[in-house]
Nanobody
């Protein structure tokens, strides 16, 4: 069973930076597409960045140029480097692992971490 644990969140001032980590255990994530989501207070959860198993990345317009998704498949870790943080970036941040169809994974809908809180405030 794949388990994901996020860390690195916290309280930061506007303009500051944080580097989130998502450590996977139980299975190797090399074949998985990985995503970062966030859920601001009283809002829907939204995808903000994706990195494919091949390393291709896509960032939402709201974070493009400020956030960078990356992965170290050898270490089984996903990262999100967040810079130039704004108060509107305040949210719980989640990582998600999406299995490729050829694995016939028992959870084709993917796996979620428990989330890490990021608060941007002066």
């Amino acid at each position: 069973q794949l388990q994901l644990v996020e860390s690195g969140g916290g309280l930061v001032q506007p303009g500051g930076s944080l580097n989130l980590s998502c450590v996977a255990s139980g299975r190797k994530i090399g074949f998985f597409d990985m995503q970062w989501y966030r859920q601001p207070p009283e809002k829907e959860r939204e995808s903000i960045a994706i990195i494919t198993a091949e390393g291709q990345t896509l960032h939402a317009d709201s974070v493009k140029g400020r956030f960078t998704i990356s992965r170290d498949s050898a270490k089984n870790v996903l990262y999100l480097l967040m810079t130039s943080l704004r108060p509107e970036d305040t949210a719980v941040y989640y990582c998600k692992a999406d299995p490729p169809s050829f694995l016939r994974d028992p959870k084709p809908g993917g796996y979620w971490g428990q989330g890490t809180q990021v608060t941007v405030s002066s």
